[in-house]
């Protein structure tokens, strides 16, 4: 079979990498990886071993490091090289770049300067674990990582609740059962989630069931490995009367602040803080 491949531009090509088997590596990327003048990646010795699994010889060129800690300098230095008519190839770990990873404020600035910014797509945990979690997949939002911290968790998942889809985002294993309980405060310990982890790889594993029975079957194991990939149903919100739930603010405005107000009401109804925020701007002002 042969395959016609676009010729490799002036451009930075963001790769997107095999999440766990190298099967899923597409012959576009392969060819890219081949022949850009510039490889980039989150982790060098990630890139390098999969460069040397799929034979594909470095020509003598090196491969640079790109990550959270990148700053303007460097980014300034590859638009130079964009300048000179050379191709910049950025690769993630694993998966697509930018999801969640390096690499926004590289494509901003190469965008901002006239260069182009080619996505060669492939493998995205994200899209993996929707699309066999069994959970709706006509709209979704993905949300990244949560927080580290207690009360900011709180507050991500207080201000997730009320959207109308599908919600996915990654956790560690490290932090994966305290985070799930912080959904469950949340969205209702009975609420319907899945969660996936090592991914397309030979032990990978998923669970669907309840926000609780997940937490069980997971503190039964003796050592969580492996980032997870969580998908949470679209919670069913039956809101109360509009009325009802102004005087109850209005209560509390009473005694309280309106910050602390909006949070209390907020998490009572499951409604966004900004809504409340805006009714009890109204109640004040009036």
């Excluded at 020509?59 to 700053?71: A, L, P």
């Excluded at 590289?106 to 674990?129: E, R, T």
Aim: proline fraction near 3%; charged fraction near 25%.
């Amino acid at each position: 079979m042969k395959i016609n491949f676009p010729k490799i531009e002036t451009a930075l090509y963001l790769i997107s990498t095999p999440i766990g088997t190298i099967s899923d590596i597409t012959f576009r990327a392969v060819n890219v990886l081949q022949n850009v003048n510039i490889l980039l990646a989150e982790d060098t010795r990630i890139l390098r071993k999969l460069m040397n699994l799929l034979n594909i010889d470095l020509k003598g060129r090196s491969i640079r490091s790109y990550n959270d800690n990148s700053g303007d300098e460097e980014r300034s230095n590859y638009i130079l090289e964009l300048d000179r008519n050379k191709s910049i190839a950025l690769c993630c770990d694993a998966g697509t770049p930018l999801i969640s990873d390096p690499g926004f404020k590289l494509v901003k600035q190469v965008l901002n300067k006239g260069h182009k910014v080619i996505s060669i797509p492939g493998a995205c945990s994200a899209l993996v674990a929707l699309c066999q979690s069994g959970l709706s997949s006509d709209k979704f939002f993905f949300a990244g990582f949560p927080p580290v911290k207690t009360k900011q968790k709180v507050d991500f998942f207080n201000d997730l609740v009320s959207i109308p889809s599908t919600i996915i985002f990654f956790e560690s294993p490290k932090r994966i059962i305290k985070t799930l309980k912080e959904l469950g405060n949340v969205f209702g310990s009975s609420h319907n989630i899945a969660i996936c982890r090592e991914l397309t790889k030979n032990f990978e594993e998923n669970k669907r069931g309840s926000i609780s029975s997940i937490i069980n079957s997971l503190t039964s194991e003796n050592k969580l490995k492996g980032e997870f990939t969580v998908i949470v149903d679209k919670k069913k919100i039956d809101k109360p009367d509009l009325n009802f739930i102004k005087s109850d603010l209005n209560n509390l405005l009473k005694s309280k602040t309106l910050k602390d107000s909006v949070l209390i009401i907020s998490q009572k109804y499951s409604l966004s803080r900004r809504e409340v925020y805006n009714l009890g701007l109204e109640i004040l002002n009036s």
